[in-house]
């Protein structure tokens, strides 16, 4: 496997399941970030975790639920979710911002949620 | 607030040239990417732009005027390809990205 790798592709869930969504990267970075991508807007960032830890949460409902147990991994788990959640929700991955530095992100494919 | 402003759909003939301008103000500014998404797939990172002037990369170029709060992607010799949306993305004071709504690009032969 190389780069960046999401699972699943596609999910469906009803609104009271609960299931989670798998982001691994393979670049040796140190930050990884969940996106949210709705059609015709701009990427939302949900969450940030840079050398393993949060910093950034963005005001994203309790419903989303990030973790991260190793600088590879991260998953956001799912739960109660409303009809306004179906999006795409993109990983990506960079170098942690130490100083100074234009590090770019490199993304997954993304998960295609819809919830019914 | 932060905002960037680019145009929702521009449509230009196959083997013509392309400019996408992507506007922007933000709180601080560490850099300007451009990215490309094709339907259905990821962002893929095309340049970076943190000085003033024209960064040339084979058929792409992109130019920054941080003064006026400005950026362009030019696409040069456009192929069928090149149909894809471009997302300008903004780093600000605190090294995250602020984007665009994207650019979605149609290329007729």
Redo the contacts between chains.
């Keep these: 496997e190389t780069g ?1 790798t999401q699972t699943p592709r596609h999910l469906v869930m009803g609104m009271t399941n609960k299931k989670s969504l798998k982001c691994e990267q393979h670049l040796g970075h140190n930050a990884m970030y969940w996106y949210k991508q709705s059609a ?4 939302e ?1 949900m969450f ?1 975790y840079s050398l393993e830890e949060r910093v ?1 949460n963005n005001s994203v409902p309790s419903r989303f639920s990030p973790e991260c147990p190793n600088s590879s991994h991260l998953f956001l788990h799912l739960h109660t979710l409303q009809p306004e959640d179906s999006a795409l929700y ?1 990983c990506a991955s960079s170098q942690a ?1 130490i100083g ?3 590090y ?7 998960t295609r949620l819809t919830v019914t | 607030g932060q905002n960037i402003d680019q145009p929702t759909e521009m449509t230009a003939t196959e083997g013509a040239i392309v400019q996408i301008n992507c506007t922007y103000q933000t709180s601080g500014f560490n850099g300007l990417f451009w990215y490309q998404q094709h339907a259905g797939e990821a962002p893929t990172f095309l340049s970076y732009n943190v000085l003033d002037g024209l960064e040339e990369k084979g058929r792409f170029s992109s130019f920054l005027s941080r003064s006026k709060g400005y950026s362009y992607l030019l696409l040069k010799e456009l192929q069928m390809k090149d149909s894809a949306s471009y997302l300008c993305a903004v780093m600000d004071s605190n090294y995250q990205l602020i984007w665009g709504a994207g650019t979605k690009l149609i290329i007729k032969p």
Excluded: I, R, S
């Excluded at chain 1, 770019?104 to 993304?110: A, H, I, L, N, R």
């Design positions: 960046v015709k807007k701009p990427l960032l940030v950034e993109l911002h100074t530095g234009g770019e992100q490199y993304f997954g494919p993304g």
